[in-house]
């Protein structure tokens, strides 16, 4: 009988719940962890000491030398925020620091550029990169299967597809889909958050920076959970279950309430 292990931690502003099996799953399971919590050290928006936020306050002209995980996301961010026509945006900060639209950062090979005033907030996406993190850590061992499931944003790896139930953003307690994970991932994201009401407040808004109703909620599967992650965000700023960038990415949305 393969070993298996199975540990949870809160990291990410979550819950993060890690199994795995196969001869090395305990030293799987750590080292997914360690991954986990090295990708939150370097992105956190809260933590003053984040390599996030090191770049934040620099002013424009500034150059970074900056982590490769870091790197990955930013360029990723900056990415989607073009090609989604900003609806996936990351900036925080005044209307006068927001005025300039382009991404806050360029790049300059492993280099950040600082190019506006605005901040980033990477909440958007950073979640999905470390649980993509923790599997790339797992695969390299001796495992037979692995899942890594950080406040439904998940992602599976093996031989054996699993299913994961899908809840309706508008009510928790119901069951809008069911999906086979083999090898992809899964990402889900509210307006409001989990547990949310009608009147609760959004953290998500729409391209016009208009806040979505609480209850608007996308559920999408692709190849890696930093994609699902980021693409829920898409749809939902847009309005768009059927945008282009989902195929673009292999992608595909289980479910969507506009609130």
């Not at 979640?127 to 299967?145: F, P, T």
């Not at 083999?182 to 409001?192: E, I, K, Q, R, V």
């Not at 959970?225 to 595909?252: E, F, H, M, N, R």
Request: hydrophobic share 45%; with cysteine; charged share 20%.
């Amino acid at each position: 009988m393969l070993a298996t292990c199975r540990r949870a931690r809160p990291l990410l502003g979550t819950l993060v719940d890690v199994q795995a099996e196969g001869p090395e799953a305990e030293a799987a399971v750590a080292a997914a962890f360690d991954e986990i919590a090295a990708v939150h050290a370097l992105l956190s928006f809260h933590a003053a000491d984040s390599e996030l936020q090191a770049i934040n306050l620099a002013v424009p002209g500034t150059r970074l030398r900056v982590d490769p995980r870091t790197l990955t996301v930013l360029r990723l961010a900056c990415t989607l925020h073009d090609a989604s026509a900003r609806a996936f945006d990351c900036r925080v900060g005044t209307p006068e620091q927001l005025a300039d639209t382009r991404f806050p950062v360029a790049f300059a090979g492993d280099v950040v550029c600082k190019q506006t005033f605005a901040r980033m907030d990477l909440g958007g996406i950073a979640k999905g990169y470390a649980v993509d993190r923790a599997i790339e850590k797992m695969r390299g061992l001796a495992v037979d299967s692995a899942v890594v499931n950080a406040g439904g944003d998940l992602r599976h790896h093996g031989a054996r597809p699993i299913t994961v139930q899908v809840r309706d953003p508008r009510s928790a307690a119901r069951i809008a889909a069911t999906v086979r994970l083999d090898n992809t991932a899964l990402a889900t994201s509210s307006a409001g958050g989990l547990g949310a009401g009608p009147d609760s407040p959004s953290r998500i808004h729409n391209a016009d920076r208009l806040a979505l109703p609480a209850l608007a909620g996308a559920t999408v599967r692709a190849p890696t959970c930093v994609l699902a992650d980021a693409l829920t965000k898409i749809v939902l700023a847009t309005g768009d279950a059927a945008s282009p960038l989902l195929a673009q990415y292999g992608a595909a949305v289980t479910v969507y309430s506009p609130g």
